[in-house]
């Protein structure tokens, strides 16, 4: 049973341009969100997070925004960079982390 | 390099071996996390560690798998008589959730291939 849920396996940006990732989840007592990027041949290396109570985190080129009501938070990056590309999961905090199946970014340069 | 540390990066072995993992992880993080991940799928968690004790386990973890972390500090895991379908990306993390909202910390993983 899949409670966090990446729908977009892979999503192509222009450099310079906002990157939008997705991600769904189905249990409303997750507490805490986050978000790590992951290079090929690496473990994931985490990015940012947002806890429940706040709708809003933002670091740098990176913000992630998170709707209760819709169960949806999504990850903004821009201005995006080739250095961006990468896998992304997001995860969601409960008595376990619980991770998305990911989404491939390609920054184009 | 402080970092947590998986050894070996990659193990090939033959269906029916037994293959071993150590994880050492951040030395000021009590909890440890083992989580597998295949292609095209985000990690999978199958047990986790507060110090010396096994606290959780997911049902993914057959009895062919066994976890230890004896000392509190690095972490073993063990897989017997392995599958194919054992073939994946194992990964650890490790945690401090008393510093701040907890965050894992992943190693880079140890790939496992059985022929």
């Known amino acids: 049973d899949q409670q966090v849920k990446q729908n977009s396996p892979s999503l192509s940006v222009q450099e310079g341009r906002i990157s939008i990732l997705n991600c769904d989840y189905t249990n409303s007592m997750f507490d805490y969100f986050l978000w790590y990027k992951k290079y090929p041949a690496e473990g994931p290396t985490f990015l940012i997070s947002i806890s429940s109570i706040k709708d809003k985190n933002e670091d740098g080129r990176f913000t992630v925004f998170l709707n209760k009501s819709a169960k949806h938070l999504s990850l903004h990056i821009v201005p995006s960079q080739p250095g961006d590309s990468a896998v992304y999961f997001c995860a969601a905090s409960g008595n376990q982390f619980y991770f998305g199946t990911g989404t491939s970014l390609t920054v184009i340069p | 390099d402080t970092g947590v540390s998986q050894n070996p990066r990659h193990k090939i072995t033959k269906r029916g071996q037994n293959v071993t993992f150590r994880c050492d992880p951040i030395?000021?993080?009590?909890?440890l996390y083992w989580y597998r991940q295949t292609l095209g799928q985000g990690p999978e968690f199958l047990t986790y560690?507060?110090?010396?004790?096994?606290?959780?386990k997911s049902r993914l973890l057959s009895d062919r798998f066994s976890a230890e972390r004896p000392k509190g500090s690095f972490s073993t895991l063990e897989i017997q008589r392995t599958e194919q379908g054992d073939s994946a990306m194992y990964l650890c993390a490790s945690s401090h959730p008393g510093l701040g909202s907890e965050k894992l910390f992943f190693g880079s993983g140890t790939q496992l291939s059985v022929l």
């Open positions: 030395s000021e993080h009590n909890r």
């Open positions: 560690f507060q110090n010396e004790a096994q606290l959780e």
